[in-house]
């Protein structure tokens, strides 16, 4: 069997232990009279010793420790007895409430209390004399307030320990929310930038496909004027989102954000990057008169259209296209019909994240949204239908 490697304070502590004990026996300094069953000589070196080497397994092995030191203390009394034996069996008996197991540090301090008052009152009955309480003071003092000492230290060493893990787990909540906010901080971001550059580059698509491909000088020169001015409305939005990642100010929002207010607008400039496509663009508003709408809901509308637009500009077929907006039973519905389209329309590298950053923008404000084919009237369209709830908690409070 290999014994357990001692620990470096358990070793220092046998040895001053030991080298104490050792000087007072050469001085003759006793516990006890002469009066001793033992002889005197260096018989009473012998629990000295076995004390020592029970002290190098305080730590390892306490209960043994314990066990066998209660023997070693106990023969130290039939000697002329030695202090550093008592002072180091105390010792083993605050180890072994604080390294011991969780059963013994709890019944180690219980038995010590019975045993001290047992021992008081069994010398008390023997001697009547209160000199006797004496004994019970000094058994009191090298069991009982060693083991209370260790049950104290032992309960706060498993506070401090609960503490630190507590903070531990804090830290690692903290870093992963932080990690969540800055994902989802980057995929607001992305479906930003998506929205409002996407617009403008496939129109620039669009018109610069159609310039180079028709050799007429005043087509070519609308479809420059068309690109232009899709290229300085980009590089506006560009800068303005761009603003919002290098404000430093505090506020969630340093630029106004486009509403519903806005669709007009949209709609229109739609109308102009389509009609060299075929393509016409009808604003149907069914709002109530009067409707207030949470701030997240209009954004996510109005990206919605602007993204539908867009992916109607690249696709669809020759023919109009309906944007409407309908309000009812605490919800906003927006709908996009345009014709079903065959042409595959300009692609660039990330093409296709338009109806995934929809999806995403609905299902964060627990919305529906459905986008496919359907039939209409005999006709195959190609339509956008999302419905957004709006309920008085979504409502920014009045300033």
Avoid at 53 to 68: C, E, F, G, V, Y
Avoid at 182 to 206: F, G, Q, T
Avoid at 248 to 273: C, F, I, K
Wanted: aromatic fraction near 4%; charged fraction near 20%.
């Amino acid at each position: 069997m290999r014994l357990p490697r001692t620990h470096r304070d358990d070793a220092l502590i046998a040895a001053a232990g030991l080298a104490c004990g050792v000087l007072l026996w050469s001085f003759g300094l006793y516990t006890q009279g002469p009066n001793s069953p033992l002889p005197d000589g260096p018989v009473v070196l012998v629990p000295l010793f076995a004390m020592t080497a029970l002290a190098l397994l305080r730590r390892t092995r306490p209960r043994t420790a314990l066990l066998a030191g209660t023997v070693a203390v106990v023969a130290d009394q039939f000697t002329r007895g030695n202090l550093l034996t008592v002072v180091m069996f105390a010792d083993i008996v605050y180890a072994a409430v604080v390294y011991g197991p969780p059963a013994s540090a709890r019944r180690i301090p219980v038995t010590t209390g019975l045993i001290t008052i047992a021992v008081t009152l069994g010398f008390l009955a023997w001697f009547r004399e209160p000199e006797a309480l004496l004994i019970g003071v000094v058994t009191a003092l090298i069991s009982f307030f060693p083991a209370i000492t260790g049950a104290v230290v032992r309960n706060h060493r498993q506070a401090a320990d609960t503490a630190r893990l507590r903070a531990e787990q804090t830290a690692l909540l903290a870093e992963m929310d932080r990690r969540q906010a800055v994902i989802a901080e980057r995929s607001r971001m992305a479906r930003e930038l998506h929205d409002m550059v996407a617009n403008h580059l496939s129109a620039i698509a669009i018109h610069s496909t159609a310039a180079l491909s028709l050799d007429d000088p005043k087509t070519s020169r609308d479809a420059l004027g068309v690109i232009r001015e899709n290229s300085v409305d980009g590089l506006a939005e560009m800068r303005r989102l761009i603003g919002l990642l290098r404000d430093s100010s505090g506020h969630d929002e340093p630029a106004a954000a486009p509403t519903l207010d806005g669709l007009d607008a949209l709609v229109r400039q739609a109308g102009v990057n389509g009609s060299a496509s075929g393509l016409t663009f009808t604003l149907v508003d069914g709002r109530a008169p009067d409707t207030e709408l949470p701030a997240p809901v209009e954004l996510a509308a109005y990206r919605i259209v602007q993204e539908s637009l867009t992916n109607t500009l690249k696709h669809a077929d020759a023919g109009e296209v309906t944007v409407a907006l309908h309000s009812a039973d605490h919800a906003l519905t927006v709908e996009v019909t345009s014709p079903f389209g065959t042409r595959p329309g300009p692609r660039a590298p990330g093409s296709g994240a338009g109806l995934v950053g929809m999806r995403e923008r609905i299902a964060l404000l627990g919305g529906v949204f459905e986008a496919g084919p359907v039939e209409e009237r005999g006709e195959k369209i190609w339509r956008v239908r999302v419905e957004l709830p709006v309920t008085e908690d979504d409502k920014e409070p009045d300033a």
